[in-house]
């Protein structure tokens, strides 16, 4: 819980340096370049931007985010933009900004509606921004942003490989289409507990989800093995909900390596940021091996040896299992995790 906090306060702030730019480049715009002018529209910038930021983050986001994930993404980004010109309007008219800064109310003010126009074409930007970043993750889009990866490079990472067992079964029950409602919330549920451990949501293949983490963030606290039972528990914890939706309950098994993979963009048409090497392979692997062992999770003794703390669960040692690829073998750990 406090790491989705620090995330959206830690976007809460992105928003803000920004909507304070926004509001210094339209009054530089029109050549208003005095110390009052300057003040009141870095006010205007922090209370739009803070006020829209807040309401997406902690109320679109919050209370509201069941709501509005039932609507298809044109139509959320609409009724978004619909809320926050009220909230534009609002500040604008009222001078909001240039009273926190101590100007009188001009109700002669020129302009007004042209920082209005301004303030919405920067609030309709910003939803745009978040709604993407939204579909392809905010981590993938702050790497697209920054180019960090139009260059490939290696990085050693934890990988996380989690799977829907029984989903073969699943889906002949429950059809196309109801499979694919059970995945969606499954897949929702198991998402929270990676933003609260914080590690990186890579993809969803299948009945899959795919989560990484850098050798610092995955090495403190042993995160990438509690982010699994923090799986565990949530789909524990609404079983009931799905047995009476779907008439069964997701069960999830799982694997985790580490290693150096090589990251970088690949494609045209549909560019992506994706992962390749041998630890991507052998975890997929390990998680095929982790459906005939007890507790159906498996650890490498690599990964294992990357943490900075001794494993909070029960462990046995399997030794050297042979997999797919590897002549050699692999040394593994099974883990007796709840679930």
């Given at each position: 819980?406090?790491?989705?906090?620090?995330?959206?306060?830690?976007?809460l702030?992105?928003?803000?340096?920004?909507?304070?730019?926004a509001?210094?480049?339209?009054?530089?715009?029109?050549g208003?370049?005095?110390?009052?002018?300057?003040?009141?529209?870095?006010?205007?910038?922090?209370l739009?931007?803070?006020?829209?930021?807040?309401?997406?983050?902690?109320?679109?986001?919050?209370?509201?985010?069941?709501?509005?994930e039932?609507?298809?993404?044109?139509?959320?980004?609409?009724?978004?933009?619909v809320?926050?010109?009220?909230?534009?309007?609002?500040?604008?008219?009222?001078?909001?900004g240039?009273?926190?800064?101590?100007l009188?109310?001009?109700?002669?003010?020129?302009?007004?509606?042209?920082?209005?126009?301004?303030?919405?074409?920067?609030?309709?930007?910003?939803?745009l921004?978040?709604?993407?970043?939204?579909?392809?993750?905010?981590?993938?889009?702050?790497?697209f942003?920054?180019?960090?990866?139009?260059?490939?490079?290696?990085?050693?990472?934890?990988?996380?490989?989690?799977?829907?067992a029984?989903?073969?079964?699943?889906?002949?029950?429950?059809?196309?289409?109801?499979?694919?409602?059970?995945?969606?919330q499954?897949?929702?549920?198991?998402?929270?507990?990676?933003?609260?451990?914080?590690?990186?949501?890579?993809g969803?293949?299948g009945?899959?989800?795919?989560?990484?983490?850098?050798?610092?963030?995955?090495?403190?606290?042993?995160?990438?093995?509690?982010?699994?039972?923090?799986?565990?528990?949530?789909?524990?914890?609404?079983?009931?909900?799905?047995?009476?939706?779907?008439?069964?309950?997701?069960?999830i098994?799982?694997?985790?390596?580490?290693?150096p993979?090589?990251?970088?963009?690949?494609?045209?048409?549909?560019?992506?940021?994706?992962?390749n090497?041998?630890?991507?392979?052998?975890a997929a692997?390990?998680?095929?091996?982790s459906?005939?062992?007890?507790?159906?999770?498996?650890?490498?003794?690599?990964?294992?040896?990357?943490?900075?703390?001794?494993?909070p669960?029960a462990?046995?040692?399997?030794?050297?299992?042979p997999?797919r690829?590897?002549?050699?073998?692999?040394?593994?750990?099974?883990?007796?995790?709840?679930?």
């Open positions: 819980m406090i790491a989705r906090l620090e995330r959206k306060l830690r976007m702030a992105v928003i803000g340096v920004a909507g304070v730019v509001g210094l480049v339209f009054v530089s715009g029109q208003r370049t005095s110390w009052p002018t300057l003040a009141a529209a870095v006010a205007y910038g922090l739009i931007s803070l006020s829209i930021g807040g309401l997406e983050l902690f109320v679109a986001d919050g209370v509201l985010r069941r709501w509005l039932r609507l298809p993404f044109t139509a959320s980004v609409v009724a978004r933009s809320v926050y010109a009220g909230v534009i309007v609002l500040i604008q008219v009222s001078q909001l240039s009273r926190l800064v101590g009188p109310f001009d109700p002669s003010e020129q302009g007004v509606w042209h920082a209005i126009a301004y303030s919405g074409l920067f609030a309709i930007g910003m939803n921004a978040i709604g993407i970043a939204n579909l392809i993750g905010p981590r993938a889009f702050l790497n942003v920054t180019g960090r990866y139009h260059v490939p490079v290696e990085e050693s990472r934890f990988v996380l490989f989690v799977d829907i029984g989903s073969t079964g699943l889906a002949e029950r429950l059809g196309g289409i109801g499979f694919h409602r059970f995945l969606d499954a897949f929702k549920l198991l998402t929270q507990p990676v933003v609260d451990f914080r590690g990186e949501v890579l969803y293949v009945d899959e989800i795919i989560v990484t983490w850098s050798e610092a963030a995955g090495g403190v606290d042993c995160r990438p093995l509690r982010c699994f039972a923090a799986m565990r528990a949530a789909l524990a914890r609404s079983a009931g909900e799905f047995e009476r939706a779907f008439g069964a309950a997701p069960r098994r799982g694997s985790l390596h580490f290693g993979v090589i990251i970088g963009e690949i494609g045209n048409v549909k560019r992506a940021i994706v992962f090497g041998d630890v991507m392979n052998t692997r390990l998680e095929e091996l459906r005939q062992v007890d507790g159906g999770f498996l650890v490498s003794r690599t990964a294992l040896q990357c943490f900075n703390a001794t494993p669960f462990m046995r040692d399997l030794g050297l299992l997999i690829g590897r002549a050699d073998g692999i040394a593994v750990v099974g883990l007796d995790m709840p679930g």
